[in-house]
Each structure stands twice: as structure tokens, then as C-alpha cells.
């Protein structure tokens, strides 16, 4: 049987059900995050996040550094 549960999420407290159950039904899989961000979410909030702040984290989160023009002399 299917495990889901009503969850708070801890960034915005909103609640919304988290699919553990079934993985690839869950909110979570609408979105694809780099290793850096996975990383950056799991140090600042434990537990799941509601999609809208998976989001905002993602359209926040700085990319990597641009490289480094070299001059012409």
C-alpha cells in the first residue's frame, strides 16, 4: 500500500502531501535540482519542501561562476 502523509513544509508552512510511497508520483519529481542545490536545501531546511519553495529556491540559486575573460595585449 501507498504511503502518503500530510506534511508541513518547513520553509513557508504550508501543508501539502508528500508521496514517499510512491516517489515518482510525488510534487518533488516536477522539478530537477544540481547536486549543488540538493546539497545547499538539505543544510538549511530537514524534511521535505513544498513545491513552490523547491522553485523559488531553484530560480535563487546562484549558477556557476561565469570563466574569467582573459585580456588581449
Known sequence: MACHETVTCPRCQRTFECRVGTILRCQC????????????????????LCIDCLRELKSGFPGPPAPLKKEHK
Open 29 to 48: 519529481q516536477d522539478i530537477s535540482l544540481s547536486e549543488e542545490e540538493r546539497h545547499f536545501i538539505q543544510q538549511q531546511y530537514s524534511g521535505c
